[in-house]
């Protein structure tokens, strides 16, 4: 039973122009959101968080939208740069402290 | 501030055999977690350990077992390894300053059983 779910396996996105990543959940409890960035034989590295009291964070060129109703948050890239070409992974903090990931997106940055 | 080291980063092993990977935590972080990475899977989440416990357990055999030593190193082993273990094995820290559920990874071990 996946309660972090990233349905779509791959995105592909022309260069300068938006990317948007989606994450859908189950678990109305989760209360901490993350996004990480992993490059093929790295480890995934933290990118952009949210708390379930927020509705939308951003870092740069990174938002990230939360909708707690729907259970579904997104991550935004603006503008997409070829750099950005890497697996994109949700996460979700339980009630444990455990981080509850999705299978990742893999979005790919055209030039 | 270092980062996360594991060591080795590369390791090919016969099945059957037995392995331990390390993990130095960001110094600081008192929480340890494992991973494992299969081609074309996401995360899947061993075990992690804070204050030399373990807090939290995935869904895999007791051939998967931890532990973490007072200093927050921490160390996995797996026994009677099977070809299917083969996967990169990722270790992350939290647990200081900023948002203690960042987590922070380390670049992996990268294990092969023939």
């Known amino acids: 039973d996946q309660q972090v779910k990233q349905n779509s396996p791959s995105l592909s996105v022309q260069e300068g122009r938006i990317s948007i990543l989606n994450c859908d959940y189950t678990?109305?409890?989760?209360?901490?959101f993350l996004w990480y960035k992993k490059y093929p034989a790295e480890g995934p590295t933290f990118l952009i968080s949210?708390?379930?009291i927020k509705d939308k964070n951003e870092d740069g060129r990174f938002t990230v939208f939360l909708n707690k109703s729907a259970k579904h948050l997104s991550l935004h890239i603006v503008p997409s740069q070829p750099g950005d070409s890497a697996v994109y992974f949700c996460a979700a903090k339980d009630s444990n402290y455990q981080l509850i990931w999705g299978a990742g997106t893999k979005l790919i940055i055209k030039p | 501030k270092a980062g996360v080291t594991q060591t080795p980063r590369y390791l090919i092993k016969t099945r059957g055999q037995q392995v331990t990977l390390s993990c130095s935590p960001i110094?600081?972080?008192?929480?340890v977690s494992w991973y494992q990475q299969t081609p074309g899977q996401g995360l899947q989440f061993l075990f992690e350990y804070f204050s030399e416990t373990q807090r939290n357990k995935g869904n895999f055999p007791g051939r998967f077992s931890g532990r973490q030593f007072s200093n927050s190193r921490s160390e996995m082993n797996v026994s009677t390894l099977e070809l299917g273990d083969s996967a990169l094995y990722l270790c992350?820290?939290?647990?200081?300053?900023?948002?203690?559920?960042?987590?922070?990874f380390g670049p992996g071990t990268r294990l092969t059983v023939t």
């Open positions: 949210i708390s379930s």
């Open positions: 110094s600081g972080h008192r929480s």
């Open positions: 992350a820290s939290s647990g200081a300053g900023g948002s203690f559920y960042e987590q922070y």
């Open positions: 678990n109305s409890m989760f209360d901490y």
